[in-house]
């Protein structure tokens, strides 16, 4: 069973810092991983998508990396912004007819003005 | 940019209610799912459709629950009766199926049972 976990679950930052999300998923049988933003009681934003024959996608100041043989991916935030302020889901599409995603919990970010 | 709508935002119902949460798809889209996140917890998948019938469920799923597509551009879930468990933010998302461009996710139905 696909378990996907996030680290940290939250993180408190000074306004333009460069900083690292973790998400790691136990069965590397994945068709992509989509990053997400949540603002609290809202809705999903999707970030980023990366098919499982990629190694990253970039938007903006946002770049999302997989490796998918040891079960990991990163988003990576550059010169964060207190409008980043959200929590951050990393979700897998699973291998196998499946159309279901997984996400994990997330991580809560706090850029401090 | 194309949206999943998703009405009402919130709703309170009493217990053993029964509530129909609707959404409206991206208009190309040929799947629908729903979702839902307990407070505090995951998102969690409960359902797939496709071409007007279930294609997965989840064991959240059960008899209580039930989706329907009644035109071409509404996707609902309806729950029979509600219980205090079922208070959660029930998510509508769509695709086009082709592994290409991923999910999108509406805003959201915050379910509230007294």
């Known amino acids: 069973k696909q378990e996907v976990t996030q680290i940290p679950a939250a993180l408190s930052v000074p306004e333009g810092e460069n900083l690292v999300l973790n998400c790691s998923f136990t069965?590397?049988?994945?068709?992509?991983l989509q990053w997400f933003r949540q603002d609290p009681g809202k809705g999903l934003t999707s970030l980023l998508l990366?098919?499982?024959?990629?190694r990253e996608q970039t938007s903006g100041r946002l770049n999302a990396s997989l490796d998918k043989s040891s079960g990991r991916s990163t988003l990576y935030i550059a010169a964060s912004q207190p409008g980043d302020s959200a929590t951050y889901l990393c979700a897998v599409r699973p291998q196998g007819g499946s159309e279901k995603l997984v996400f994990g919990k997330g991580t809560k970010l706090t850029v401090n003005p | 940019e194309p949206e999943v709508t998703q009405t009402p935002s919130h709703q309170v119902t009493q217990m053993g209610q029964e509530v129909i949460l609707r959404c409206v798809p991206i208009?190309?889209?040929?799947?629908f799912y729903w979702y839902r996140q307990i407070l505090g917890q995951k998102v969690e998948f409960l359902v797939s459709f496709y071409n007007n019938e279930i294609s997965e469920k989840s064991e959240i799923f059960d008899d209580q629950f039930s989706v329907e597509r009644p035109d071409g551009s509404n996707f609902t879930l309806k729950i029979r009766s509600t219980k205090l468990e079922d208070s959660a933010m029930y998510f509508c998302a769509s695709s086009d199926g082709t592994n290409a461009y991923g999910y999108t996710f509406g805003s959201g139905t915050r379910l509230t049972v007294v």
């Open positions: 990366i098919q499982s024959s990629q």
């Open positions: 069965d590397s049988a994945i068709y992509n």
């Open positions: 208009s190309n889209h040929l799947y």
